[in-house]
């Protein structure tokens, strides 16, 4: 099962992941696209820890921290994972499913940890940006092509910036997570392992039920 792992995904299996994305996430602007296809390449920029000013503070203690602060207000994904981008590197591991699921949370700090070393290549992200904006395109036809060009003009796309999502999306996604590499995840954990999310027309292979 490694090996179909580490393959690279489709055409047929990337749109079907575009598809999903979209019909799943309505509030989802072209920020929001470019940032889930920027973690499946490249994972979590340590830019982000920068920006909020926590960069000081150990990795393990803010992972705690936010987990706590979810149990406090009750609230926690269904999910464990959810695949992100369309390179097949990553995953988006939601902490405070994945603690309550017995899972070490050591073990997801030195995950993304571990996890630089498996960041993609800029002309792969592009090529699939181009796939992903001309699939979101046809799903969301209140967005138009000017409103693509502005967007990468904005932010110079030809740097792919690390962008954090938008407040909408954040709203109605608020759980937090951690981005880390797919490989590493499985290894370790494998009964987590859902070959169907990656290959959803290779029958039905999903482990989890």
Avoid at 48 to 74: A, D, F, R, W, Y
Avoid at 75 to 89: F, I, Q
Avoid at 194 to 203: A, E, I, K, Q
Wanted: negative net charge; proline residues 5%.
């Amino acid at each position: 099962m490694q090996n179909e792992r580490e393959s690279t995904l489709t055409q047929k299996e990337k749109l079907f992941l575009i598809t999903k994305l979209v019909e799943d996430h309505p509030e989802a602007e072209i920020q929001d696209f470019y940032k889930w296809l920027y973690y499946g390449e490249f994972g979590m920029e340590e830019s982000t820890l920068i920006m909020t000013g926590k960069l000081s503070i150990p990795e393990l203690h803010l992972v705690l921290s936010e987990i706590k602060k979810e149990e406090e207000q009750n609230v926690e994904s269904e999910l464990v994972w959810e695949p992100v981008g369309l390179a097949a590197r990553y995953v988006k591991v939601y902490l405070t499913k994945y603690y309550h699921m017995d899972c070490p949370v050591k073990r997801i700090v030195n995950l993304l940890e571990r996890s630089p070393a498996f960041r993609g290549a800029r002309m792969s992200f592009k090529l699939d940006w181009n796939l992903l904006k001309e699939t979101v395109l046809e799903l969301r036809p209140e967005l138009t092509r000017r409103d693509f060009i502005n967007f990468e003009e904005r932010i110079n796309f030809h740097q792919l910036p690390a962008l954090p999502h938008t407040d909408g999306y954040v709203e109605k996604n608020p759980f937090a997570y951690r981005v880390v590499s797919q490989k590493l995840f499985f290894d370790y954990f494998p009964e987590f392992e859902d070959n169907s999310v990656f290959h959803p027309f290779s029958g039905n292979e999903s482990i989890i039920g």
